[in-house]
Nanobody, 125 residues
Framework: QVQLVESGGGLVQAGDSLRLSCAASGHTDGIYITGWFRQAPGKERELVAAISSKGGRTYYADFVKGRFTISRDAAKSTVYLQLNSLYPEDTAIYYC??????????????????WGQGTQVTVSS
């Protein structure tokens, strides 16, 4: 079992930055990929960025490339998502998720076995 807890969301203005954290506990050695997803009202949940626990592979959705950065602190079992140059359309609940199966970075939410409770990011114009 893996437990994930997100933090760092909030209300900011367009152009501002936030850093989200995803702290993992439990059987963290079994996590191969940690992904950050987001879901806006009326929209499907989508992968924003992901990072592998070994090898440091990363993935970014096209709509965040150059603005968001994912990183990992293995000693703290924590994955971060730095959000820069935020737009109002970045407003969503941001979730972190853990994939415990070995393989490529997956973009489909159902491939991730464990989820956090989510943290709200609201960007005002």
């Amino acid at each position: 079992q893996v437990q994930l807890v997100e933090s760092g969301g909030g209300l900011v203005q367009a152009g501002d930055s936030l850093r989200l954290s995803c702290a993992a506990s439990g059987h963290t050695d079994g996590i191969y990929i940690t992904g950050w997803f987001r879901q806006a009202p009326g929209k499907e949940r989508e992968l924003v960025a992901a990072i592998s626990s070994k090898g440091g592979r990363t993935y970014y959705a096209d709509f965040v490339k150059g603005r968001f950065t994912i990183s990992r602190d293995a000693a703290k079992s924590t994955v971060y998502l730095q959000l820069n140059s935020l737009y109002p359309e970045d407003t969503a609940i941001y979730y972190c998720a853990a994939d415990v199966t070995l393989g490529a970075i997956k973009k489909v939410p159902s491939e991730y076995a464990y989820w956090g409770q989510g943290t709200q990011v609201t960007v005002s114009s």
